[in-house]
């Protein structure tokens, strides 16, 4: 939560660390922040590019309850490519994924959008199915 990073950065500044948080809403924006992370940059480099990548992503997250997961996943994954010229597509599934759910929204993706690269992967809190991000 954000109370939660809020008191961490504080304890982090209080024992004489630098802290901050890049602002992510979805795991994929998290993803993409690590992903442009340069241990090498200065601070304050690395942190602006951290958060570009974050609010650079577009995102949908599929609830692995209550609705057609497959329809729509395949429906967000289309929609967040629609007139877009992404470089990459990831996707982050969990325990509670529909069997075929990915393969189905990676078929997507290629067609709505031939060559852009499609990277998978598993850790989705459980109360989702899947998590799209454009970026």
Do not use: K, N
């Not at 990073?5 to 630098?18: L, M, P």
């Not at 994929?28 to 602006?48: G, I, S």
């Not at 982050?92 to 998978?120: F, K, N, Q, Y």
Request: net charge negative; glycine share 12%; hydrophobic share 55%.
């Amino acid at each position: 939560t954000a109370e939660l990073a809020a008191a961490a950065v504080r304890e982090c500044r209080a024992g004489g660390g630098r802290a901050a948080v890049v602002p992510c809403r979805s795991i994929v924006q998290a993803l993409a922040a690590l992903a442009v992370h340069d241990p090498d940059a200065a601070w304050e480099d690395a942190l602006t590019a951290m958060t570009a990548a974050a609010v650079g992503t577009r995102y949908a997250e599929i609830p692995a309850q209550g609705t057609d997961a497959i329809g729509a996943a395949v429906g967000a994954a289309r929609s967040l490519l629609d007139g877009t010229e992404g470089a990459l597509v990831t996707l982050v599934h969990g325990p509670g994924t529909p069997v075929g759910l990915v393969e189905a929204v990676v078929d997507a993706v290629a067609e709505a959008a031939p060559g852009i690269e499609t990277a998978v992967y598993a850790g989705a809190p459980v109360d989702l199915a899947l998590a799209v991000g454009v970026e």
